[in-house]
């Protein structure tokens, strides 16, 4: 055997890893075959049983996995775990399914292959199998505790409320000082927008373990939700010490503007750091920083370049590429309402997008030309696979476009638009025969294009995605559907925000049941229609 294939080095493995990612799996399977027998090296090990997933070979997989999992010292998660990143990012969840299956039957009692499993299940909307995973885990483990704490999390993720805090309540009693419980609590208590007494269990859990980057996160969160927005800005900036974040320096992180503070010609850098919908929220703050001063250069997403460049105040804007052009300071777009001390309630809101005059024109003659409502129409957002946030906050703002028949069949005068991209605009194709939806997504190339539409609607209905923001943005009329457990820019208990005052919530009474929306958002339709009409 040549000497090159006894210790991998790590330009091979970062080469295969990258295979992986890109979903290569046999140009990645050909490269690491030779290494078969290469049996001391966990990576080695691991990679092949990814690679041997991704080419459905689910008996080699889980093999090859379950030998890394003992090359381990002291493992968190099993190996098996490794497979949803690069597997789910291509919705291969059949084969990872058959990976766990084939792992096992040869370890019917490894824990951490259950917990896995219930994992992957959980994110998939199968709560009840996951469920059922950690209860036969539970049989022989004796760590009861722990897994109590995941199958309360598990039915939690599933709106299981009572049955949630009923496990929540067993598991303090016995481990008053353990952070995850607390911290597992004090979600519960937000999700049902009990925020006062999230916050108290926020605390104790920071007082315990204070420098955990997503526990800071979390509690900054809560504080949005219960509107003590000051101290929520100034917390919610733990995100950037947590992945997938600003990797710019925190020395030349833009400051808490004063009053008194002159930035007259300091050049700021504003960062797209999450998901466009947190973009379009914030870039409100742009033309205060131009008002003061300041030389305001916008690194963004492409399909945000059109919307950006027409901001008060004319910004620069930057698109791609890997280096940041010269600064003084940076700013990612979450943490502007940190530097202005931002507060919903006492800004005065007016639109601040505007979208490209002669697409709104070019628009208005592609679309339906009717004199009926028009109503543009998102029923899901983008889950992300492979993401397991991402995924599990997709499972319960997204609606399934069956579930919105009522709707589209009960009101008349009305024309529906769909405004809905990625994989959930397919549903449209299984619709009865008697309900139309006019398509016109397959023309978009970018923000501009929808915002140009939706100034050709007369309302909007949407989950909780960009377009959302989009039309808050530009001050189009819009009803939300929401979720029960709702983001904190939702306000608890309330039928408008004052981040978009002319957005209508419509929100679930019971978690991830959609029907009293869809029934409320149907009579508010019919009534607008029957307005309309009489025009």
Not at 76 to 84: I, V
Not at 323 to 351: G, N, Q, T, Y
Request: overall charge positive; charged content about 20%; proline content about 6%.
């Amino acid at each position: 055997m040549p000497n090159f294939l006894k210790s991998p080095d790590d330009t091979f493995i970062n080469q295969t890893n990258l295979l992986l990612h890109q979903g290569k799996f046999e140009q990645a399977l050909t490269l690491l075959l030779p290494y078969k027998n290469h049996k001391l090296s966990q990576a080695i090990m691991t990679l092949l049983g990814i690679a041997y997933a991704g080419c459905n070979q689910p008996k080699e997989a889980a093999y090859h996995l379950c030998l890394a999992q003992q090359l381990k010292d002291s493992p968190q998660r099993h190996s098996c775990a490794e497979l949803e990143p690069y597997l789910g990012s291509y919705n291969l969840y059949p084969s990872i399914f058959e990976v766990y299956h084939e792992a096992l039957l040869n370890h019917p009692k490894d824990e951490l292959l259950y917990v896995g499993y219930a994992s992957v299940l959980q994110q998939t909307k199968q709560s009840a199998k996951a469920v059922l995973y950690i209860k036969k885990c539970l049989a022989f483990s004796k760590n009861q505790a722990r897994l109590l704490n995941i199958l309360a999390t598990i039915l939690f993720e599933a709106g299981k409320y009572p049955q949630t805090l009923k496990l929540y309540s067993i598991l303090e009693k016995h481990n008053e000082n353990n952070v995850t419980i607390l911290a597992n609590l004090a979600s519960y208590h937000n999700a049902v927008n009990d925020t006062e007494q999230a916050l108290l269990y926020y605390r104790k859990a920071i007082m315990l373990q204070p420098n955990w980057p997503a526990l800071r996160v979390n509690y900054s969160i809560c504080l949005l939700k219960a509107e003590y927005y000051y101290q929520g800005w100034v917390e919610h900036e733990w995100r950037l010490d947590t992945p997938n974040h600003s990797t710019l320096p925190k020395e030349t992180l833009l400051p808490t503007l004063t009053d008194t503070m002159d930035i007259t010609g300091k050049k700021i850098l504003i960062t797209q750091e999450e998901g466009l919908g947190d973009t379009l929220m914030y870039l409100r703050y742009v033309p205060e920083l131009i008002k003061r001063g300041a030389i305001v250069e916008l690194w963004i997403a492409e399909t945000m370049k059109g919307l950006c460049e027409r901001l008060k105040g004319k910004p620069k804007v930057k698109v791609g590429g890997e280096e940041p052009p010269p600064f003084d300071w940076h700013c990612p777009f979450i943490s502007l309402p940190r530097a202005l001390s931002a507060d919903p309630r006492k800004d005065k809101f007016k639109p601040y997008l505007t979208a490209d005059r002669k697409k709104v024109i070019y628009w208005k003659n592609k679309l339906p030309q009717t004199k009926q409502l028009k109503v543009g129409l998102v029923w899901g957002g983008s889950p992300h696979p492979g993401e397991i946030h991402a995924m599990m906050t997709d499972n319960k703002r997204s609606i399934d476009l069956s579930k919105l028949i009522p709707l589209l069949r009960s009101v008349e005068n009305t024309t529906f638009v769909s405004l809905q991209m990625g994989h959930y605009a397919d549903q449209i194709h299984n619709l009865p025969n008697d309900i139309s939806i006019f398509n016109p997504m397959d023309e978009v190339q970018d923000m501009d294009d929808t915002a140009a539409i939706l100034m050709n609607l007369d309302i909007i209905i949407s989950v909780d995605t960009s377009v959302i923001h989009l039309a808050g943005g530009l001050g189009c009329p819009a009803i939300l559907l929401d979720r029960f457990d709702n983001c904190w820019r939702w306000i608890s208990g309330e039928e408008y925000s004052p981040w978009y005052p002319k957005i209508r919530i419509v929100r679930q009474t019971r978690p991830r049941v959609w029907s009293d929306v869809v029934k409320k958002a149907t009579s508010i339709l019919q009534e607008m229609a029957r307005k309309h009409k009489a025009t």
